[in-house]
């Protein structure tokens, strides 16, 4: 019976420990330039840390996910309690060891301890009138635990059968290369924290440009999205020049993807881990829209949704860790200018993303789950607008059949269009200015018009611009006369024909075809970031 335990726990590892594989780039470079001017302190970050600088330190033994580490950081950063604060950190005792836990590995999972102690060495390891030298060593030599060259890809105790998580990897391993690296160069030239003797830094540089060419496994993760970000900003912040230009390589991608695939910072990807965060509910304060909300702070972004509930902890390591935004990140995230249709791969048995955007809306994708091994949360397609939305009632949305999410094939999504096997469900603060007995007409601003029809086991939501409800009412029932044929087809008014298949097998792109030309379905061969800007 035991070894029947340890087998499923085993299998269950190997569902979602698996490395991204290389996949063309596609079409569309990922931005890094920052020439604007930024802040060096912004009123929203300098909140953010007094709210954790005010919270009470509850967990002296460091394990697993304890939020102590972050406290700490607050309080220092803001030179608070010093003489106690210092104190407590040379109280606190290890009571964890690295890697994903599991059976064989109780107590695992002090990597997301080890990540933000590691941010307070580098952070304020040099300025002994706020970490003391004594708590310094301490913390270096004591509750920073990860050293040496023993680069560990796999799972503890898998007989190296298992790959190590991404967010696992970059927290433990990159934890180990700082340690290295402070210890070099504060004096200590042993070969044993020599990165570059020892192996490390090929290694590090090695995991990063895995990810930098195969995109990430764990991609749009919850929780696991902002373990790896804080994993990446240490290596950004901290590590040599070649590390910290790959790690800020790799922070750029995700949040140009992110850039890509949000609207105003409402953000509701498919996403790969947790199926029991499928249920939640809220599309603007994920845990990638809270690092984005302090960084755009600094970029003195005005109007946005400063809400972090549910993940303020991330808040605060942006607003604590130097890496900011590209430029063309933070416009994107405001200003779609004329608009965009994106497709990004996930690679084999992976599920896409896929936006369509306009001057005023973003269509958004839910993707597909590929069978319970992959792990893969499929969402409803969403329609973001110019408004204050804050969770999925708040937009359009269609998804099906059914509310199972493991069957639904939601990647049906083009240029202003989307489909799938449920029927619209319309927010209800919007009505109709528009209605006959096939399509209901919404409006969102003055110049834009959502065409929706809705069935039990369909639904379509059309995006015009330009036109007058009773104008495109006519113009629809003129194109689209008979109604049976929508599920299959739809044809623009003096526009292109579209063919799709909202029950199209979870490994194929619902759309077909576009004005006669097939579509390449196969979105396991789609490359990283593919598509065109208007």
Known sequence: ???????????????????????????????????????????????VILQWADKKIIDAKL???????????????????????????RQMQVRG??????????????????????????????????????TKDYLLHTLL????????SAVPNTFGLVTETENHLLMTEGSRYLKNHWMMTHGNHEPYYNNVQNGMEDKILALLGTIKKGGLYEFNSLPYIAYTISALLNLEGFGSEKVRKEARNVLDYINWTYAIGSYQLKHYPPMRRRYDKQTIQQITTGYQSVFMKSWLAFANATGYNKDIRHAEVH??????????????VT?????????????????????PEIYS??????????????????MIVARPICLFLQDDAEDLASVFHIAGPGKDFMVWNNTGVYKNFACAAGPVQVPSAFTPVGKNEIWSVYTSTSNMLMAV???????????????????????????????????????????????????????????ISDNGQMLNRNFDEWPLIDGDFN
């Open 453 to 511: 029809h809705s069935e039990n086991e369909f639904g379509m939501v059309v995006i015009f611009e330009n036109i007058e409800a009773a104008a495109l009412l006519t113009q629809l029932m003129q194109a689209n006369p008979d109604v049976a044929l929508l599920k299959k087809s739809f044809q623009f008014p003096a526009g292109n024909k579209l063919t799709y298949d909202v029950k199209a097998p979870k490994n194929k792109w619902v759309i």
């Open 63 to 89: 394990s697993s996910k304890g939020n102590s580490p972050r406290i700490l950081l607050a309080k220092l950063l803001l030179k608070r309690e010093l003489d106690e604060t210092n104190k407590k950190i």
């Open 357 to 374: 955007a306009g001057k005023n809306f973003l269509l958004s994708a839910g993707g597909a789950n590929r069978g319970k091994n992959s």
């Open 97 to 134: 060891v690295t890697g994903s836990a599991w059976a064989l590995n109780k107590k695992g999972d002090y990597d997301f301890t080890l990540t933000p102690l590691t941010s307070i060495l580098f952070l304020l390891g040099d300025q002994p009138d706020i970490l003391y030298p004594e």
């Open 315 to 328: 808040a605060l390591t942006g607003a604590a860790m130097p890496y900011r935004l590209a430029d063309k």
């Open 1 to 47: 019976m035991k070894t029947i335990f340890l087998l499923i726990g085993l299998s269950g590892l190997l569902a979602c420990n698996r490395p991204a594989q290389p996949m063309a780039a596609g079409n569309i470079a990922v931005p890094h330039e920052s020439v604007t001017k930024l802040a060096a302190h912004a009123a929203f970050t300098d909140s």
């Open 145 to 152: 635990t990860a050293d040496g060259n023993k680069f560990r």
């Open 331 to 351: 416009e994107l995230i405001f200003n779609k200018g004329n608009g965009y249709f994106i497709k990004m791969g996930h690679g084999k048995k992976g599920c």
